[in-house]
């Protein structure tokens, strides 16, 4: 599984990005259904609840970093793995990010009463996007490095399926956002 290198990496001294897992208190481990099988999701502190997704190709330990400060200022904390990510099943329907945002808000309706704060890393901003302009609950959004690109009208960017699939890499460069296949 992708996820334990990952956890293994934070759980060396000086972790990842300085942090080691060590660092944090224990988490409560919570699972929410999602397509054939569950949602990870983890959760530390008391207070206002604050929700981190992660980017693309991760899990929640891409805020090991963030979590000990949230927790100082009195916040809940809570990082799911995406659906797809980490320890977390596929969605039950699609490959793109629009796919994760139903199990997303299920599972936030089931693990978090109230208003929250909805906090995204790059592929994790789509997904909060479009979250927050589905759900009222979320009170305020902040996005981190939103893989977004200013466009031409009438120009697009193939998008490819969130999901990696092994495919052969072209030694073409992009130029002017534009790839060859």
């Known amino acids: 599984m992708l996820l334990e290198p990952l956890v293994e990496r934070a759980r060396r001294p000086g972790g990842r990005g300085g942090v ?3 660092a944090l208190p ?10 054939d099988g569950a949602m ?7 207070g206002p609840p604050v929700v981190l997704l992660h980017g693309g190709s ?6 090991l970093r963030n979590i000990p400060a949230l927790l100082a ?5 809570w990082a ?13 329907v699609g490959e793109d990010g629009d ?13 978090v009463p109230g208003p929250f704060d909805l906090v995204a890393f790059s592929f994790g901003t789509l997904v909060a996007t479009l979250a927050a302009e589905r759900s009222p609950r979320v009170q305020r959004l902040v996005l981190a490095g939103a893989p977004l690109l200013p466009l031409e009208s009438g120009r697009g960017v ?7 699939r092994r495919r052969r890499r072209s030694a073409t460069p992009c130029m002017r956002g534009t790839c060859a296949p």
């Open 158 to 164: 193939e998008m490819a399926p969130w999901r990696h």
């Open 26 to 35: 224990p988490a409560r481990l919570l699972h929410t259904p999602c397509g």
């Open 40 to 46: 990870t999701w983890r959760c530390w502190g008391e």
């Open 58 to 63: 991760g899990s929640w330990t891409h805020w």
């Open 99 to 111: 796919a994760i945002v139903e199990p997303l808000l299920a599972g936030l309706d089931l693990l």
């Open 73 to 77: 200022a009195g916040r809940t904390v």
């Open 20 to 22: 080691s897992l060590e």
């Open 80 to 92: 799911p793995d995406l659906p797809g990510f980490g320890a977390s099943a596929p969605p039950p």
